[in-house]
């Protein structure tokens, strides 16, 4: 038998292993550029056979679903793409109250639900106006919106107050929740089968987005069933 050439295979696993965290997300962004140019033909050829057998074909049902499939699909490659991408912030002035109202209205609007931002007394009148990134801001907000979604929960309330040294605790209140999340246990989540992976993956975004804030997160009044979820962002 011939020698394996153990010299050449651990050259190449070197190789893999140095690869910069800019050329892992070249490659994985390359990969997910092919699979939504595949999902988008799908949606095409699904699209021109719901006009070819019409809307009386007992078929049309089964080929919603698949749309409806390819929409999920499409949804959790754009968010692997938010997950891996290394985007620099910017400082610039962001209006925190329109942002909220904004992304909760198009929550409310999806869900067909009424919830509102409750603000304490010091900053109802004010203009919440602070320095940030609104990229990362906005996609905060939205993350921590479909997490709630994913987790099968309901929002209860939000509530937004300051302290005294200028951080902002966004409260997001849920209930009817069917994943567990607690804070000694975000790598024990995000790695558990056990748990939806849209729920896993938005979690893991929503977090990563706050590192590049310098902002934080935690759980109170957590339960089997309800937890309160703190954003604090300065």
């Known amino acids: ?35 939504k140019n595949n999902l988008g033909g799908i949606s ?49 002035r962001v209006d925190l109250r329109n942002l909220i109202n904004n992304c909760l209205s198009q929550y409310n609007a999806k869900n067909k639900t009424h919830c509102v931002a409750e603000y304490s007394e010091d900053l109802s009148s004010k203009e919440l106006t602070i320095r940030s990134d609104s990229y990362a801001l906005e996609r905060i907000f939205r993350y921590a919106l479909r997490f709630i979604e994913h987790a099968g929960a309901g929002l209860h309330r939000i509530g937004v107050s300051r302290s005294e040294s200028d951080v902002f605790h966004i409260r997001m209140e849920m209930h009817h929740m069917d994943v567990q999340l607690k804070t000694d246990r975000l790598f024990e989540f995000i790695n558990s089968d056990d748990e939806p992976v849209e729920a896993r993956l938005t979690f893991a975004i929503l977090v990563k987005m706050l590192s590049r804030l310098n902002a934080s997160w935690k759980i109170e009044s957590a339960s089997d069933k309800s937890m309160t979820l703190v954003l604090e962002i300065s």
């Open 44 to 92: 095409g050829f699904t699209t021109l056979l719901e006009r070819d057998l019409g809307k009386r074909s007992p078929h049309i049902r089964m080929l919603q679903q698949i749309q409806t499939s390819v929409m999920r699909l499409d949804d959790l490659a754009v968010d692997l793409m938010v997950l891996i991408r290394h985007v620099k912030t910017v400082s610039e």
């Open 1 to 35: 038998m011939g020698r394996k050439d153990t010299g050449h295979t651990q050259q190449q696993n070197q190789d893999i292993e140095t690869l910069n965290p800019q050329a892992f997300e070249r490659l994985i962004g390359d990969v997910i550029h092919k699979v």
